[in-house]
């Protein structure tokens, strides 16, 4: 990985998170998980310009948190190639995020699982976003439910 910057982002999003800007112009920002000691979760983006601390640390008036750019501007993956927690099912190490999902399909992604996961407008997360474009080959699928940023 070739890489121009890396940043701790501190209290802005997190203790111990880091943001790494690539020499492409991308970012990927590394999450540090503290029950499980170590960099976990992953959210990229491939344009770093789309990246903003207050979409990306998101709290609604409501109290709710979300990530409003996630599945459009930015996109999730998950790092536990050791873990052996039934819940994770990873088995190839840098992977897209589809926790507690095992062989997933693209309804699953849309509208099952967890509801602030899944791939669809009213989630907070939309986590599952990465999973449905690795469904489809990597491309964006034609009924995608999002334009990408």
């Excluded at 540090?32 to 979409?55: E, L, V």
Aim: aromatic content about 18%.
């Amino acid at each position: 990985m070739k890489y121009t910057k890396v940043e701790e982002l501190g209290n802005k999003v997190g203790l111990y998170n880091l943001a790494i800007y690539m020499n492409d112009g991308s970012l990927l920002i590394a999450k540090y998980n503290a029950n499980a000691k170590n960099y976990i979760d992953f959210t990229f983006y491939p344009k770093a310009k789309n990246f903003s601390y207050d979409t990306f640390a998101h709290v609604s008036e409501t109290g709710v948190a979300s990530r409003p750019d996630m599945g459009i501007s930015s996109f999730q993956f998950f790092f536990a190639p050791a873990d052996k927690n039934i819940k994770y099912h990873y088995k190839k190490g840098f992977e897209p995020y589809a926790y507690e999902l095992r062989e997933y399909t693209a309804d699953e992604l849309l509208t099952n699982g967890d509801p602030g996961d899944i791939c669809n407008p009213s989630a907070g997360f939309k986590m599952y976003c990465t999973a449905l474009i690795r469904l489809n080959g990597w491309k964006i699928p034609k009924d995608y439910p999002f334009k990408v940023k």
